[in-house]
């Protein structure tokens, strides 16, 4: 079984740990996006999930290392586990700086999805976990590919942040197969997966909204027109978000697998742009 599932994983995907630092603390006290409070608290606002969601997801794949027999599945773990942890890291510094700058405490930002996932480890099975996994791993790679396929999305961006943002989004499309091959490598029902989609997509949205009111808090100017142009910006013509809803809802397919979604083409000027500078996987 496992074997069938990666030959559907592209051969020359490399999943590169790619070390690298942004030099972001000045720039997030400023509305980094063209000056836009609402482009830049949408970024802001996912970023402050980050780091909790990349240790869920990595402890939610290493709790099954020990049943998965294929070597090259065993392989990408091992990059995937890299990668998430480095993007903790940058994330972990990027909240900090941001909280730092706008004067809201990260521990209020993160006490819901604490919350959240306390529960799970307390409640949950490992199994539904690694699905929950699964299904904002699938989530996170569909934006990755709109950050690529809509670039109007970070255009204006201050270079620094733009250049995270495509970093991060490379490294999830590297690696967007890895906690499905290991889901259904071990078991993991087409059922069970599917209401995770439907759970993890609700949590998402909600958590994002909060965290934007969070940092919109002391906008001055009318809040009607604010997320009426941010909807725009996210699903409008030259939307950020759009033509998400297709590759949104394959997901729910019986026989879905991430790379049915093959956009090497897509990111390879950017796979270029940051090469390797790979660090030894943990």
Known sequence: MQHSLLSRTPQNVEIVPR?????????????????????TAFFDAMSILFPLGEQFFI?????????????????????????????RREHQHYNEALCKARGIPLKKMEARVERKQEFAHRYLRPIQRLSATVALEHLTAIMADATFRNPEGLEGAHPEMKALWHWHALEETEHKS???????????????????????????TLHVIRNMRLLLRDYEGSRVKLWWGGLKFLFGEKGALRGLMRPYL?????????????????????????????????
């Open 19 to 39: 070390n690298r630092q942004f030099n972001i603390e000045e720039v997030l006290a400023t509305n980094w996006h063209g000056g836009d409070a609402f482009k």
């Open 250 to 282: 394959d997901f729910y397919k019986r026989d879905f697998h991430p790379w049915d979604h093959d956009n090497r083409d897509l990111v390879s000027s950017v796979m270029s742009e940051f090469g390797g500078g790979a660090v030894n996987p943990v």
């Open 178 to 204: 890895v906690a499905f091959d290991v889901f259904v490598a071990v078991g993991g029902s087409h059922f069970r997966r599917r209401l995770s989609m439907a759970l993890i997509t609700l949590e998402f």
């Open 59 to 87: 402890d939610s794949v290493k709790e099954f290392r020990d049943q998965i027999e294929d070597p090259e599945l065993q392989r990408r773990v091992r990059g995937f586990v890299a990668q998430e942890a480095i993007h």
